[in-house]
Antibody
Framework: EVQLVESGGTSVQPGTSLRLTCVASGFNYDNFGMHWVRQAPGKGLEWVSGISWNSAKTGYGDSVKGRFTISRDNDKNLLYLQMDSLRIEDTALYFC??????????????WGQGTQVTVSS | EIVLTQSPSTLSLSPGERATLSCRASQSVSVFLGWYQQKPGQAPRLLIYDAIHRATGVPGRFSGSGSGTDFTLTISSPEREDSAVYYCQQRSNWPPTFGPGTKVHIK
């Protein structure tokens, strides 16, 4: 069974940093691209970042470009999101999601339950 | 960035009454569009990928159609458990954008 479990979310002040982690299990992790998708309270889904199976391709949404960094460790089945210079508008539930393919084109067939990030002064 | 618009924003139906949800792209995405279902407090669930293909385990009452800029998700005979928000997402161009969602209520 595919499992994705996110952690690292917490309450922080604006301008600080946070690293989210996603542990993957139940599938050949290094065969799939991965994504971070977020959802602000009461709002829709926003794609944050994606990474291909071998980390050769990474991408970011405009709202986080230059502040967030995605990475993965295929030996440990881990996905990371390093979040720097956090803003109040980054407050959201952050989901880890598996791409349909080895690339990171965008459609995701498995999702974690999310980890909550709250940015507040 | 490709912008997706969804209509209607909300839909209220009786069980068994056919539901038709629309997603329109600001430029062609070929067939590279998917649909998700999200219930309160849950993660999204992929229903349809690449316009017409049902994801694993998705009931046959869900079907997708369309290409280019206009896409449709149809629920042929909705059940009360289908009450949820439905999102479309394109994977034609990065960033892989989402539509704003259609909230479906099955009375």
């Amino acid at each position: 069974e595919v499992q994705l479990v996110e952690s690292g979310g917490t309450s922080v002040q604006p301008g600080t940093s946070l690293r989210l982690t996603c542990v993957a299990s139940g599938f050949n992790y290094d065969n799939f691209g991965m994504h971070w998708v977020r959802q602000a309270p009461g709002k829709g889904l926003e794609w944050v970042s994606g990474i291909s199976w071998n980390s050769a391709k990474t991408g970011y949404g405009d709202s986080v470009k230059g502040r967030f960094t995605i990475s993965r460790d295929n030996d440990k089945n881990l996905l990371y999101l390093q979040m720097d210079s956090l803003r109040i508008e980054d407050t959201a539930l952050y989901f880890c999601a598996r791409d349909l393919t080895y690339g990171a084109d965008g459609l995701s067939d498995s999702w974690g339950q999310g980890t909550q990030v709250t940015v507040s002064s | 960035e490709i912008v997706l618009t969804q209509s209607p924003s909300t839909l209220s139906l009786s069980p068994g009454e056919r539901a038709t949800l629309s997603c329109r792209a600001s430029q062609s995405v070929s067939v590279f569009l998917g649909w998700y279902q999200q219930k309160p407090g849950q993660a999204p669930r992929l229903l349809i990928y690449d316009a017409i293909h049902r994801a694993t385990g998705v009931p046959g009452r869900f079907s997708g159609s369309g290409s280019g800029t206009d896409f449709t998700l149809t629920i042929s005979s909705p059940e009360r458990e289908d009450s949820a928000v439905y999102y479309c997402q394109q994977r034609s161009n990065w960033p892989p954008t989402f539509g704003p969602g259609t909230k479906v209520h099955i009375k």
